[in-house]
């Protein structure tokens, strides 16, 4: 049975910095890409951040570029995201995912077959 398992969110104040961590169990994503996405209440899913399988390939939603770091350790089968000078508007649920093929890095869903519960976080101003 495959498992993703995000923890680390919480409550933290504008300004702050929150590092979010997903754990792979069940099978290895050594040769998949990685990605975390968020939805706010009301809102869609949106992509926030991607990695390819060597971590030599990154994306970033626009509005998290430069104040976000996603990394990953093949090693573990782990995934994180680094968030820092976190804002208000940074406020949902995170998931992260796994895409279905090998050797892809995506910012669409779709390429998405494997996703964990989502941990909330929440930036008060």
């Known amino acids: 049975q495959v498992q993703l398992v995000e923890s680390g969110g919480g409550l933290v104040q504008a300004g702050d910095s ?57 090693d573990k089968n782990t995934v994180s995201l680094q968030m820092n000078s976190m804002k208000p508007e940074d406020t949902a649920i995170y998931y992260c995912a796994a895409t279905g ?3 892809i890095v995506s910012r669409q869903p779709s390429d998405y077959a494997y996703w964990g519960q989502g941990t909330q976080v929440t930036v008060s101003s």
């Open 101 to 103: 093929s090998s050797y």
């Open 18 to 74: 929150l590092r979010l961590s997903c754990a792979a169990s069940g099978r290895t994503f050594s040769r998949h890409g990685l990605g975390w996405f968020r939805q706010a209440p009301g809102e869609e899913r949106e992509f926030v951040a991607a990695i390819n399988w060597s971590a030599g390939i990154t994306y970033y939603a626009d509005s998290v570029k430069g104040r976000f770091t996603i990394s990953r350790d093949n």
